[in-house]
């Protein structure tokens, strides 16, 4: 089964607002990081945020990380139509393996 | 710098065909990985290699074999297709494993078994 699971499945905000997803997971990690995906494309890395950081930022990305709730989100402010992708998080536990959730599609209405 | 090179990008099978998915990194990298993605569903890993001469199994691992050539390449092969692996098939490298570098992926093969 898939570690993480995004929430909500899919957003649709106005150009300017700000985004937020949020990702759960099942047991203990090293790290956790966030991929983007534009259609029809592979995965880009946006940020890789430590098991022992509270709080990351990259740009107009914001990611939290609450371990004790196996939780984080991502933020992104000001967002723009070239926003527009799904959004997926990631992680590993002990073993070498990197696992992704289902994602949050994101659509940014200009 | 190609980064994941991946091929064919895409591929139409029949059911009991066999195939093999190439996939390269020129970056050095100690891990790779295959995934597979169905439609509205994130990655699901089925198959991942630590180091050069280690593979281990994923989520989805049945159906399929791999093999780590050497440090660069890391190729899939399908035995004998069936329609439930139509798929968009994905590699992807890190510098090392454990969640502890980003990943790179590649563009993705787009297989189609009938």
């Known amino acids: 089964s898939q570690q993480g699971e995004e929430d909500p499945q899919a957003l649709s905000i106005q150009e300017g607002e700000n985004a937020t997803m949020n990702c759960s997971y099942k047991?203990?990690?090293?790290?956790l990081q966030w991929y983007r995906q534009n259609s029809g494309r592979g995965l880009v890395h946006l940020i890789l945020?430590?098991?022992?950081?509270r709080e990351k930022h990259s740009g107009r990305l914001r990611v939290t990380l609450d371990t004790s709730k196996k939780s984080s989100s991502l933020l992104i402010t000001a967002s723009r139509a070239a926003d527009t992708a799904s959004y997926f998080c990631?992680?590993?536990?002990?073993?070498?393996?990197?696992?992704f959730g289902a994602g949050t599609r994101l659509t940014v209405k200009p | 710098n190609a980064g994941v090179t991946q091929t064919p990008k895409f591929q139409v099978l029949k059911t009991g065909q066999s195939m093999t998915l190439q996939c390269a990194q020129d970056?050095?990298?100690?891990?790779m990985y295959w995934y597979r993605q169905d439609p509205g569903m994130g990655l699901r890993l089925i198959y991942y290699?630590?180091?050069?001469?280690?593979?281990d199994k994923g989520e989805v691992p049945n159906g399929y074999n791999v093999s780590r050539l050497n440090k660069r390449e890391f190729s899939l092969r399908l035995e004998s297709a069936a329609p439930s692996q139509t798929s968009v098939y994905f590699c992807?490298?890190?510098?090392?494993?454990?969640?502890?570098?980003?990943?790179?992926f590649g563009n993705g093969t787009r297989l189609t078994v009938t």
């Open positions: 047991t203990s990690i090293n790290n």
């Open positions: 970056m050095n990298h100690n891990s």
């Open positions: 290699s630590a180091s050069e001469g280690t593979t």
């Open positions: 990631a992680t590993a536990s002990n073993n070498n393996d990197m696992r």
């Open positions: 945020i430590r098991s022992n950081e």
């Open positions: 992807a490298s890190s510098e090392v494993g454990g969640g502890y570098s980003p990943l790179h």
